[in-house]
């Protein structure tokens, strides 16, 4: 399989713990994104890397919320002292970057409980 | 700021009748893309059709279609011959290809289902 892939699918944590994402785009795509999407809304834009360098990052909810990208392949996103209100599937999207279309294709989700 | 705007949160089709799904956008931008994904039960958002804004002629992608007016700043899909398949989930979403943060706004969203 060549889609978009991430890991694990399914988190359940208690408040306050950290816990962390993984995502791997399709191997030539050279932009990565993260959003959030909860129950009954379209998925929100956080943030997004083209190679290693993250672009945008003021989109990210707190400062609770990081990512990483360090060998430009797969990125993580890390969210720090968990609140219940960051219950939510956070979907992983790649693109190949080039001067017209810029379509991103999503990976299945990882779908966060916070207790 | 962008906003994409479907006014239909649901809706009920007989299978095989063709599907319109309404999506309105608001932009000052001169230079943006126009996006349907959709989203079946288990989580995944698919990729469905793209229109650029400088696109002369509608996009089209097998039984997709997509009816770009771009004075009326309008995009919607068009299902042709819908199938039971087709029940799920669809998201209009615009780029901002001007630079700057280049994420995907979405709109709320329709709930398709289609019935035998």
């Known amino acids: 399989d060549t889609g978009v892939s991430q890991n694990p699918r399914h988190k359940i944590t208690k408040r306050g713990q950290n816990v962390t994402f993984r995502c791997d785009p399709i191997?030539?795509?050279?932009?990565l994104y993260w959003y959030r999407q909860t129950l009954g809304q379209g998925p929100e834009f956080l943030t997004y890397?083209?190679?290693?360098?993250?672009?945008?990052k003021s989109r990210l909810l707190s400062d609770r919320f990081s990512a990483e990208r360090p060998k430009g392949s797969f990125s993580t996103l890390e969210i720090q002292r968990t609140e219940q209100g960051d219950s939510a599937m956070y979907l992983c999207?790649?693109?190949?970057?080039?001067?017209?279309?810029?379509?991103?294709?999503f990976g299945p989700g990882t779908r966060l409980t916070v207790l | 700021a962008q906003k994409i705007t479907q006014t239909q949160p649901g809706m009920f089709v007989q299978e095989k009748e063709a599907v319109t799904l309404d999506c309105t956008y608001d932009?000052?931008?001169?230079?943006?893309?126009l996006f349907w994904y959709k989203q079946p039960s288990s989580g995944e958002m698919i990729f469905l059709i793209y229109?650029?804004?400088?696109?002369?002629q509608n996009a089209t992608e097998g039984r997709y279609s997509l009816n770009f007016q771009k004075a009326r700043k309008s995009a919607n899909l068009v299902i042709s011959a819908s199938q039971l398949g087709d029940s799920a989930m669809y998201f209009c979403?615009?780029?901002?290809?001007?630079?700057?943060?280049?994420?995907?706004?979405f709109g709320k969203g329709t709930h398709l289902i289609i019935q035998p």
């Open positions: 191997s030539e795509h050279n932009r």
């Open positions: 999207a790649s693109s190949l970057v080039r001067l017209t279309a810029d379509t991103q294709y």
């Open positions: 979403a615009m780029s901002y290809s001007g630079g700057g943060a280049d994420g995907l706004t």
């Open positions: 229109q650029g804004s400088y696109d002369q």
């Open positions: 932009t000052s931008d001169p230079s943006y893309g």
């Open positions: 890397f083209q190679n290693e360098a993250q672009l945008e």
